[in-house]
């Protein structure tokens, strides 16, 4: 699950990082009034669309505004900015061209920034620890510096049985260039974001940037000035208050339906559905439908212990994108006992009145049991031998040749 920007900055607050005061609006007279203050005061704000994606500085709207964030101290231009955006359908390299409809922009006083800088923390599967990751380079995307300049990306591992130690924070800090003073206040942010990461249970916390800022008083510190946090789906029951910041409007309508019923489903753009057992199973068999020149419509996992419901619920779904000409149906009955498939399979199809081609591939525990089940049923399906064997019939279903 991710959430916007103003409520990672919430999060962070919490655990002591130091954020920008902003105020979330969905009307345009809420940024004004928003604004009119800080601006009387000589000030200028940052008007911030609240979306799901990243590079919504660089983005821009389909009206043809260009920005989606903007630095601005002209009440008339603050207007013009908070019409454009709100309602608005904002394109990023992380929307896609379809982009998202802004419904929430985060108004703050704008900071002098100093110096940028790139923080994270995230699982290094590798390895089975947490990492921070740290760059002086940011403010731009971290895969430019990954790729270019990999020496410039600071990393400390922590060791999960104590967590992370002073020097660690302090030590990543002076590598990143702080000095004097600016150290502790650098290591007093990376701490918290870390504390953000463990006590959320989060998969991923990103701030970038960091920044070197200058205060209204002139005092200098480190300020997280943007952050995008993402979490771990299976530890979210021990979090309420994290769930209840879930914006559904961010998310796909299949998808939401899918997680009602505990089904693991991303939309894709190709017309071969796939249902399947297991995430790397179903990794496997949209590589192999491509392989054979088919297109995967979707990823479809519905787990190790799937119900007869989640398989019909799962069929809906997929019904549900009129992009589908044909389903892969590739079961490997290990938890999985392929006769709850087959059951689920034929009562999907009669409830649904599937009339397109479908392919099933069954194996494992009580597959046997599962094909009688298939074969008494009078369906009109494809049976399928093997993996290979199952993506050459969809394909050829579908386009009328075989690789």
Avoid at 179 to 184: C, I, R, T
Avoid at 303 to 332: C, H, M
């Amino acid at each position: 699950m991710n959430i916007h920007e103003y409520q990672g900055k919430e999060l962070l607050g919490k655990f002591g990082v130091p954020v920008p005061k902003g105020t979330i609006c969905t009307k345009p007279e809420e940024v004004l009034n928003a604004a009119k203050p800080i601006v009387a005061a000589g000030g200028k704000v940052v008007i911030k669309s609240q979306i799901h994606a990243g590079g919504r500085g660089k983005g821009a709207f389909k009206s043809g505004y260009q920005g989606g964030v903007k630095v601005l101290g002209d009440i008339q231009k603050i207007e013009e900015a908070a019409r454009a955006m709100l309602g608005g359908v904002l394109v990023t390299k992380q929307t896609g061209p379809e982009g998202k409809e802004v419904q929430k922009v985060l108004v703050e006083p704008a900071t002098e920034l100093l110096k940028e800088y790139y923080l994270a923390v995230l699982l290094d599967r590798a390895i089975s620890k947490p990492i921070i990751m740290a760059s002086a380079e940011g403010g731009m995307d971290i895969e430019e510096v990954a790729e270019h300049s990999p020496e410039k990306i600071l990393k400390e591992v922590i060791d999960p049985a104590v967590g992370l130690y002073g020097y660690q924070a302090r030590k990543m800090a002076s590598a990143l260039g702080f000095k004097g003073e600016l150290v502790a206040a650098a290591a007093k942010v990376i701490t918290g974001v870390y504390r953000t990461w463990w006590e959320c249970d989060a998969s991923m916390v990103e701030i970038n940037p960091m920044a070197h800022v200058r205060l209204a008083d002139g005092k200098e510190t480190v300020y997280a000035i943007d952050a995008k946090i993402g979490f771990d789906d299976n530890a979210l029951y021990r979090h309420p208050e994290i769930q209840a910041m879930r914006d559904l409007s961010e998310e796909a309508p299949l998808e939401i339906e899918a997680s009602k019923f505990n089904l693991n489903y991303i939309k894709l753009d190709g017309n071969i559905a796939c249902l399947v057992n297991g995430a790397g199973l179903a990794m496997s068999t949209m590589d192999i439908i491509q392989h054979y020149g088919g297109s995967p419509a979707n990823f479809l996992d519905v787990g190790g212990g799937a119900s007869k419901e989640q398989v019909t619920a799962a069929f809906r779904i997929i019904l549900s994108d009129p992009n589908v000409k044909a389903i892969l149906v590739n079961i490997f009955g290990g938890i999985m006992q392929c006769d709850i498939i087959a059951s689920g399979i034929v009562a999907a199809v009669q409830e649904t009145g599937l009339k397109l081609p479908l392919v099933v591939r069954l194996e494992g525990n009580n597959v046997e049991i599962g094909k009688k089940i298939l074969r008494e049923s009078g369906l009109n399906l494809i049976s399928a031998d093997s993996m290979a064997d199952g993506a050459q019939k969809v394909v050829k279903s579908v386009t009328g040749q075989g690789k």
